[in-house]
């Protein structure tokens, strides 16, 4: 059983946590736990959304989806409640490759990294106490032996209809992932930070929005 992850508390690193595509075998996790008052569908409808990401994420300097080959499947449906966002060749959905530029250390914005990644999980979920979710996941693209990871984000019913649990897990693998927590722990937690805090401002207002249009 995956022990609770804390309340509203800095990104906190611990045991490997097993993954979707990885299962066990990790090296090290980070994870974090905040509330959003705002519905499951809002959050990821944004985390779906690339053209997005620079307008909530500090650390980010660009997304670029990557060309899909001709001959690949397409993607399987999401979930119904994200079901209009197949209509966008651009949606984050399940099979899609996207890479990302990154600040490695914001606000210092003279350096950056380039991060390729796939759209491994969308689905929906039910915890323990009945409470249904959304739950997104995405791995590392490159040489899995150096290193790879998994990072999933699930966004769980709240009290109300506008408020949600939003938890991230993030598993690293491979050798060069024993070098995680002793040389990057601080500027991996600061970016964190930054997209767990900027998610949670930007889905807020928008679920504001919404609000007091629809009032």
Request: hydrophobic fraction near 35%; aromatic fraction near 10%.
């Amino acid at each position: 059983m995956t022990p609770e992850i804390p309340l509203d508390e800095p990104p906190k690193f611990g045991p490997p946590l097993p993954t979707p595509s990885y299962g066990s075998g990790g090296v090290v996790s980070i994870v974090y736990r905040t509330m959003v008052a705002a519905s499951p569908v809002t959050c990821l409808e944004i985390m779906l959304d690339p053209s997005t990401f620079q307008s909530w994420n500090k650390s980010i300097a660009g997304v670029t989806i990557l060309p899909t080959p001709l001959d690949s499947r397409p993607p399987p449906s999401p979930p119904p409640q994200l079901a209009h966002l197949t209509s966008s060749p651009n949606s984050l959905l399940r099979g899609r490759k996207l890479r990302v530029k990154g600040y490695t250390n914001y606000p210092d914005t003279s350096k950056t990294q380039r991060l390729d990644a796939e759209i491994s999980v969308l689905e929906e979920f039910q915890s323990e106490d009945g409470r249904k979710g959304l739950r997104v996941a995405w791995k590392s693209l490159g040489d899995p032996w150096y290193l790879r990871f998994e990072r999933t984000q699930e966004f769980l019913e709240g009290s109300g209809a506008e408020s949600c649990e939003y938890t991230s897990k993030e598993t690293f693998f491979g050798a060069l992932a024993y070098l995680v927590k002793p040389f990057l722990s601080g500027s991996l937690q600061k970016l964190l930070v930054l997209w767990r805090d900027g998610l949670k401002d930007f889905a807020e207002r928008i679920a504001k929005e919404k609000t007091q249009y629809s009032g």
